[in-house]
């Protein structure tokens, strides 16, 4: 049994009332005009990328040693996807900066995989470096004939292939696993995962399928976010707005700051539920 703590995650977005005021007006059809701050879109968007980063790299931090020993024991952090499969799960490494680019590669994995009893369909999300090697290799054996059976099925998308198209993937099939390959577009910033070179995050592969919880019975999503609730109160993604008078908003005791401050808050935690079945590929 593990248990993840919730992490609380906040930011603010503040704007004064000269601002405020410059809106620009978007026609929706049909005479139907809206209002927008594209500010305050700006810095929704950035809080909720700022959330999922939390939940692919947060860490706990437990036993920790060092010069601020009591208040970092204090903060036990929030155990994140790569956190997780690192510690639990199935990791492919190779030397230096190269991706998986081999069938036997991905054999032994396979291999891997029918140990852990894994489902036979994963979702692959890789950087281009990755996502490349993966065509060259599949191109080469197409070729060479040593790939029959390669077409990929398409179980996770009503066996319809166009919808997997459509929603980006590619998929092929090796060893009685289908793999359904996506870009992850986080892998290629490079002010994000793509500025690291070795020792980096290739991709991921997510396997598609429900885990029976042993206790309960309930079919569960092998990953999911957990985010707090009650009595209609829900702490997934909260938002709100204080101000001096602008906007309508006077309601921070103070009528004269002639601001308006836009609140987020979410209160959440990543689940990965049968990590030995999932997969970091990194160079």
Not at 3 to 25: C, F, H, L, W
Not at 116 to 128: C, D, F, K, L
């Amino acid at each position: 049994r593990y248990t993840n703590p919730y992490m609380i995650i906040k930011d603010r977005y503040e704007v004064n009332g000269s601002q405020a005021t410059n809106i620009g007006y978007v026609n929706l059809g049909g005479g139907d005009y809206r209002w927008f701050m594209y500010g305050e879109k700006e810095a929704r968007a950035r809080f909720e990328d700022k959330r999922e980063l939390m939940m692919l790299f947060g860490e706990k931090r437990n036993n920790l040693t060092g010069t601020n020993t009591a208040l970092d024991n204090q903060l036990t952090g929030s155990e994140g996807y790569f956190s997780a499969v690192e510690s639990r799960g199935i990791v492919m490494q190779n030397a230096a900066s190269n991706p998986m680019d081999s069938f036997s590669e991905f054999d032994d994995l396979i291999l891997e995989l029918d140990k852990q009893g894994a489902p036979s369909e994963y979702a692959m999300y890789v950087n281009r470096k990755q996502d490349l090697a993966i065509d060259d290799m599949l191109a080469a054996g197409i070729a060479t004939g040593v790939t029959a059976g390669l077409p990929g099925q398409f179980g996770a998308f009503q066996n319809n292939a166009d919808m997997a198209v459509q929603l980006g993937f590619k998929s092929f099939t090796r060893g009685g696993y289908t793999f359904h390959k996506h870009d992850w577009k986080l892998l290629n910033d490079p002010t994000l995962l793509g500025a690291s070179a070795n020792g980096a995050i290739q991709g991921a592969m997510v396997p598609l399928r429900t885990v029976n919880d042993a206790r309960s019975g309930a079919s569960v999503p092998a990953l999911s976010m957990h985010y707090k609730e009650a009595n209609g109160y829900s702490r997934e993604m909260e938002h709100w707005v204080t101000g001096g008078g602008v906007l309508g908003h006077n309601n921070n005791g103070d009528a004269g700051t002639d601001q308006a401050v836009f609140h987020y808050r979410s209160e959440i935690a990543l689940c990965v539920r049968a990590a030995n079945q999932h997969v970091v590929i990194k160079g």
